[in-house]
């Protein structure tokens, strides 16, 4: 009796055991709990203020935030670079970096042909993450090198059209999606994928007063398909709805307040939903705009993940990894609370942006500084910029 009662605890057991498993829910370090590393705040001016901006009216530099709050009536340049310091990672081996090492994230070009419609086309790049080069230990004593990364790329047509106090925006995305060296427990073979997909924004944004905008922005999600020679993933790229307001307090003073909500639970069911909240406050001293922000993403997913496994028989033994632990992830949480700090120098044909922000009391710590510079191709002169002769005094 003993043995039956001891046999069916164990049963129990390695049920529970097993129904809990988590899975890859998407080619490596696509997976939504790396967000917290490789989600690059794009908008110099935005991530200075706490990534907020769903209800400003600004230039093509917010066309990412929400394609309504995107107005021009001039044609302008704009490029935006950003730095990510290595951090140490919340999963894998627990001992390695992440690290980005591209640092060219948005260009564009935005122009105005008809009267209150303002359009745009633009190149970004909304994540970036490499993992610092790690050794696998197989069982037949072989090493080998692995240095796995995921970018997506975005080239965008936007558009925004004012009619009265109401401003929509669309924004067309042919995104590109790409992982490159990933590991497959199992196998040595080196493997890179890539795939792409359209994805739409719409937004709008209503001035109620000179002193009140209000705004909403939907990224409308996606579908993927990854298929390697041993391994498949159909993955969804979740779906984000914003909502914001901007107040303009006395002269020059701006306090904006976002609210976003990701839907990671549509990439798996294992992930949480986020409700994010942001912060945000500018002030406008003569030429120049300093801007200050803070930022609160709870945690989407911490604990353990199975790796990607193929059992070739032949090769079992002398192709699985020995210091993998086990072919387990452990994923801490990735919650983060960000500060954010930003300047802006208006030169009227050019403008140059400065913003920093900064994770804290968080696992991961993740830094960001971003510069851009805004041009007025319009009505832009060189020749005020450059040193003038004596003679032309």
């Known amino acids: 009796m003993k043995k039956f009662i001891l046999m069916v605890v164990a049963i129990m057991f390695m049920t529970g055991l097993f129904s809990s498993d988590v899975t890859y829910s998407a080619p ?51 490029v935006e670079f950003s730095i990510k310091p290595e951090k140490k990672e919340i999963g894998h081996l627990g001992k390695e ?13 935005s122009f105005n042909m008809i009267d209150n419609l303002s359009s745009a086309i633009y190149y970004s790049m909304p994540k970036s993450i490499e993992y610092v080069r790690y050794t696998i230990s197989l069982e037949a004593g072989t ?11 975005s080239l965008g047509f936007a558009n925004s059209y004012k009619i009265s106090n109401l401003r929509l925006g669309f924004n067309a995305i042919y995104n590109i999606h790409s992982v490159t060296d990933m590991f497959i427990n199992g196998i040595l073979d080196k493997t890179d994928i890539q795939e792409e997909a359209f994805s739409f924004n719409t937004g709008l944004l209503y001035t109620v007063n000179e002193k009140l905008n209000l705004g909403l922005a939907y990224n409308h999600s996606s579908e993927l398909s990854f298929d390697t020679q041993y391994w498949d993933w159909d993955v969804t790229v979740p779906a984000r709805f914003s909502a914001g307001l901007s107040y303009t307090m006395l002269t020059n003073n701006v306090l904006n307040f976002d609210y976003e909500r990701r839907m990671n639970s549509q990439m798996s069911e294992d992930y949480d939903d986020l409700d994010i909240f942001k912060l945000g406050y500018e002030k406008r001293i003569d030429v120049s705009t300093v801007r200050f922000g803070a930022m609160y993403i709870p945690s989407t997913f911490s604990g353990e993940v199975i790796l990607p496994y ?39 044909e050019i403008k140059f942006n400065l913003s920093a922000m900064q994770a804290v009391a968080s696992e991961l710590k993740t830094t960001q500084l971003s510069l851009s510079v805004g041009i007025n191709l319009s009505d832009f002169d060189i020749t005020k910029y450059t040193p003038k002769k004596h003679d032309e005094d």
Request: hydrophobic share 35%.
């Open 28 to 78: 490596e370090f696509m997976q939504a709990y790396y967000d917290a590393y490789s989600q690059n705040y794009i908008n110099t001016l935005a991530s200075g203020r706490g990534n907020t901006g769903v209800a400003k009216i600004e230039n093509l530099e917010n066309v990412l935030l929400n394609p309504a709050g995107f107005s021009t009536d001039h044609s302008e340049m704009y």
């Open 97 to 109: 970096n992440y690290l980005a090492n591209n640092p060219f994230t948005f260009i564009g070009f």
């Open 143 to 153: 090493i080998f090198d692995r240095e796995p990364q995921y970018h997506q790329y």
């Open 310 to 348: 193929v059992n070739i028989e032949e090769a079992s033994y002398s192709q699985t990894a020995t210091n993998f632990n086990g072919g387990i992830e452990n994923i801490l949480s990735n919650e983060q609370t960000f500060l954010t700090i930003g300047y802006s120098l208006d030169l009227e």
